[in-house]
């Protein structure tokens, strides 16, 4: 019998990489690499775009609340939070879009 060589290719994961709802150093993005969608990691991630979420809804719950009759200063400080809000939402969008469009 006649044996086979090994494969060098790497084998692919049955899901790919996972966008995670934070950044990594000077602000790239940090992806999960696991087959295990269950994991501690996974389970963090999603509790932190469920987090993420809740507070964006807060804070534009807020914001309706404020900009009628806001000093400058709060506007601005209120416009630095919901740009935060913002691509924290479009992170998890992202990552989300990810994860559905390997399900087709």
Same mark, same amino acid.
């Given at each position: 019998?006649?044996?086979?060589? +090994?494969?060098? +290719?790497?084998?692919?994961?049955?899901?790919?990489?996972?966008?995670?709802?934070?950044? %990594? &150093? @000077?602000?790239?993005?940090?992806?999960?690499?696991?087959?295990? #969608? %269950? *994991?501690?990691?996974?389970?963090? =991630?999603? =509790? /932190?775009?469920?987090? &993420?979420? %809740?507070?964006? =809804? +807060?804070?534009?719950? #807020?914001?309706? @609340?404020?900009?009628?009759? /806001?000093?400058? *200063? @709060?506007?601005?400080?209120?416009?630095?939070?919901? /740009?935060?809000?913002?691509?924290?939402?479009?992170?998890?969008? +992202?990552?989300? *879009? &990810?994860?559905?469009?390997?399900?087709?």
């Amino acid at each position: 019998m006649r044996a086979e060589p +090994e494969s060098t +290719e790497t084998p692919e994961l049955p899901h790919g990489p996972r966008l995670l709802p934070w950044s %990594g &150093q @000077e602000g790239k993005p940090c992806y999960l690499i696991s087959d295990n #969608h %269950g *994991g501690p990691v996974s389970r963090l =991630a999603d =509790a /932190t775009e469920s987090i &993420q979420l %809740g507070m964006g =809804a +807060e804070l534009l719950a #807020h914001a309706r @609340e404020l900009l009628p009759d /806001t000093p400058r *200063g @709060e506007l601005r400080f209120l416009a630095e939070r919901l /740009t935060e809000a913002l691509r924290d939402a479009l992170r998890v969008a +992202e990552s989300r *879009g &990810q994860r559905l469009s390997r399900l087709n």
